[in-house]
């Protein structure tokens, strides 16, 4: 209700040119004010995605930025032109009503283009068409000197470059510009329960190498045992195998997915294509068998699935200190990408480390590139995300030893840590992992060493509570 309402208030497509002079002039006047502290952007930390609140909301310059609009659909050049907190739901109820769609749509509906477009995002069809950013073709954003820029493949180009996760320590975004792409009404999803981790490596690459699947995703539930997903998106469905996994009475995806290794049968189902994007939406993955453990049960989401899921943002704004802290020492939630060539290792490695299961397997392609993030060589290379979500059953578990035992060896294998989880590593390690000679460059020359903090000091498990 209350996202409804600051829609509606806040809503203004027309108002964009007004609404970026108005962020410049923030900028100009914090400026003249001899830019005493660093600027970061005025949204409450406990609305963003990532359960944890960044510390720095209350010492920096608050710069406000109410652009949450889809200002222009160009079928012509086949982009969408988006303002950042424009978020993955608003962006799919339009574009597949007029039968389109992104060609990455990540998973939860509250994901903001400005948080795809400054960390990241993956979704099944990543094996395609790369992470989020890679389907970006223009960006425009407010530098700290006030000025309005665009930035392309051709025009700015190693700002455009630099962009993708720098976690607006480079600009303010004010639009983004990604491609679309001709949608279908379903998606033909096959279920394929594989045993054997060995057998489980095998098949999933198998799969993100076949690009005649337009979805490949992978739930690992234990070391084991496996459910291998591949779907195309199709105009027709088979009425007897439509499956409408979105109605608030059908049980949650992964323990839908789960049923068909219980019962080692394959299976097909079609499902309408903005319910398969959403399909992990309604039980957060599976975060809240955690927060609601009888969720899933008949009773419960005949009476009251129409509730769930709670707002992250309202789990973090009631959240208190010793919950805080509980989540902090005994709860995993991490996404690492991981080259495809090592990941039974990467498995294995997360078995021994945190032994949180089920895990979330989902391909995509890295081209290379001179940003932050690229393969190791001067080829695209297919990388996994391993995406780790819940209570750790090693009694062992210590979360700070722990996570940075994985990501010592992400980055032993080239890999990459998503950078809404808790990150523990120093500051030498973290750009032995990332690639920061563009940023620190532009960094230097656009003036922002004394605009915003460098991105480490903005992510630093240090930097937020």
């Given at each position: 209700?209350?996202?409804?309402?600051i829609?509606?208030?806040?809503?203004?497509?027309?108002?964009?040119?007004?609404?970026v002079?108005?962020i410049?002039?923030?900028?100009?006047e914090?400026?003249?004010e001899?830019g005493k502290?660093?600027?970061?952007t005025?949204?409450?930390?406990w609305l963003t995605?990532?359960?944890?609140?960044?510390?720095?909301k209350?010492t920096?310059?608050?710069?406000m930025?109410n652009m949450?609009?889809?200002l222009?659909?160009d079928?012509k050049?086949?982009v969408?032109?988006?303002?950042?907190?424009?978020?993955?739901g608003?962006?799919t109820?339009?574009?597949?009503?007029?039968?389109?769609?992104?060609?990455?749509?990540?998973?939860l509906?509250?994901?903001?283009?400005?948080?795809?477009?400054m960390?990241?995002?993956?979704?099944?069809?990543?094996?395609?068409?790369g992470?989020?950013?890679?389907?970006?073709?223009?960006?425009?954003?407010?530098l700290?000197?006030g000025?309005?820029?665009?930035?392309?493949?051709?025009e700015?180009?190693?700002?455009?470059h630099?962009?993708?996760?720098?976690?607006?320590?480079?600009?303010?975004?004010?639009a983004?510009?990604?491609?679309?792409?001709?949608?279908?009404l379903?998606?033909?999803?096959?279920y394929?329960?594989v045993?054997?981790?060995?057998?489980?490596?095998?098949?999933?690459?198998e799969?993100s190498?076949?690009?005649e699947n337009n979805f490949?995703?992978?739930?690992?539930?234990?070391l084991?045992?496996?459910?291998?997903?591949?779907?195309a998106?199709?105009?027709?469905?088979?009425?007897?195998k439509?499956?409408r996994?979105?109605?608030y009475?059908k049980?949650?995806?992964f323990?839908h997915v789960?049923?068909?290794?219980?019962?080692?049968?394959?299976?097909v189902?079609?499902?309408?294509?903005?319910?398969?994007y959403?399909?992990?939406?309604?039980?957060?993955?599976?975060e809240?068998?955690?927060?609601?453990?009888f969720?899933?049960?008949p009773?419960?989401?005949?009476?009251?699935?129409w509730?769930?899921?709670p707002?992250?943002?309202?789990?973090?704004?009631?959240?208190?200190?010793?919950i805080?802290?509980?989540y902090e020492?005994?709860?995993?939630?991490q996404?690492m990408?991981?080259p495809m060539k090592?990941?039974?290792?990467?498995?294995t490695?997360?078995?021994?480390?945190?032994?949180?299961?089920?895990?979330w397997?989902?391909?995509f392609l890295?081209?290379?590139?001179?940003?932050?993030?690229?393969?190791?060589?001067?080829?695209?290379e297919?990388?996994?995300?391993?995406g780790?979500?819940?209570?750790?059953?090693d009694r062992?578990?210590?979360?700070?030893a722990?996570?940075?035992?994985?990501?010592?060896?992400?980055?032993?294998?080239?890999?990459?840590?998503?950078?809404y989880?808790?990150?523990?590593m120093?500051r030498?390690?973290?750009?032995?992992?990332?690639?920061g000679?563009?940023?620190?460059?532009?960094?230097e020359e656009?003036?922002?060493?004394e605009?915003?903090?460098e991105?480490?000091?903005?992510?630093c498990?240090s930097?937020?509570h």
């Amino acid at each position: 209700m209350r996202a409804w309402i600051i829609f509606k208030m806040c809503s203004a497509p027309k108002l964009h040119d007004q609404r970026v002079r108005d962020i410049q002039r923030q900028v100009r006047e914090w400026k003249k004010e001899g830019g005493k502290t660093y600027m970061c952007t005025g949204r409450p930390g406990w609305l963003t995605v990532s359960l944890r609140v960044g510390k720095y909301k209350k010492t920096h310059k608050n710069i406000m930025i109410n652009m949450m609009d889809i200002l222009e659909v160009d079928f012509k050049r086949q982009v969408v032109r988006v303002e950042p907190l424009a978020n993955m739901g608003q962006v799919t109820a339009l574009l597949n009503s007029i039968g389109w769609t992104l060609p990455v749509l990540p998973e939860l509906d509250d994901l903001t283009v400005g948080g795809l477009v400054m960390g990241t995002g993956i979704e099944s069809s990543s094996h395609i068409y790369g992470l989020f950013q890679h389907i970006c073709v223009a960006y425009e954003l407010v530098l700290a000197d006030g000025s309005l820029v665009r930035c392309t493949e051709e025009e700015n180009s190693d700002l455009f470059h630099a962009v993708p996760w720098s976690c607006g320590t480079l600009g303010f975004l004010v639009a983004a510009e990604i491609k679309i792409v001709p949608a279908k009404l379903w998606v033909k999803l096959h279920y394929e329960p594989v045993r054997g981790l060995e057998n489980i490596c095998q098949r999933f690459t198998e799969a993100s190498q076949n690009k005649e699947n337009n979805f490949v995703e992978g739930i690992q539930y234990t070391l084991d045992t496996a459910v291998i997903m591949t779907g195309a998106m199709m105009d027709y469905a088979e009425p007897d195998k439509i499956n409408r996994i979105g109605l608030y009475f059908k049980p949650w995806f992964f323990k839908h997915v789960k049923s068909y290794l219980e019962g080692d049968r394959t299976g097909v189902e079609y499902i309408p294509l903005r319910q398969y994007y959403h399909r992990h939406t309604r039980s957060i993955f599976w975060e809240l068998q955690d927060i609601i453990p009888f969720g899933n049960n008949p009773a419960f989401r005949w009476l009251f699935g129409w509730m769930v899921p709670p707002k992250i943002s309202l789990l973090k704004l009631t959240q208190g200190e010793t919950i805080r802290q509980l989540y902090e020492q005994h709860h995993v939630i991490q996404d690492m990408l991981i080259p495809m060539k090592h990941l039974q290792a990467a498995i294995t490695r997360f078995h021994q480390d945190i032994n949180v299961y089920p895990l979330w397997l989902c391909p995509f392609l890295l081209p290379a590139g001179r940003g932050m993030v690229h393969p190791k060589g001067q080829e695209a290379e297919l990388y996994v995300d391993i995406g780790a979500y819940g209570e750790p059953r090693d009694r062992h578990f210590e979360a700070k030893a722990s996570t940075r035992q994985l990501e010592k060896f992400v980055r032993d294998v080239h890999g990459f840590q998503m950078l809404y989880a808790d990150v523990y590593m120093e500051r030498e390690e973290f750009w032995e992992m990332f690639d920061g000679q563009l940023y620190h460059r532009l960094r230097e020359e656009l003036g922002c060493k004394e605009a915003f903090p460098e991105v480490y000091h903005k992510i630093c498990k240090s930097a937020r509570h």
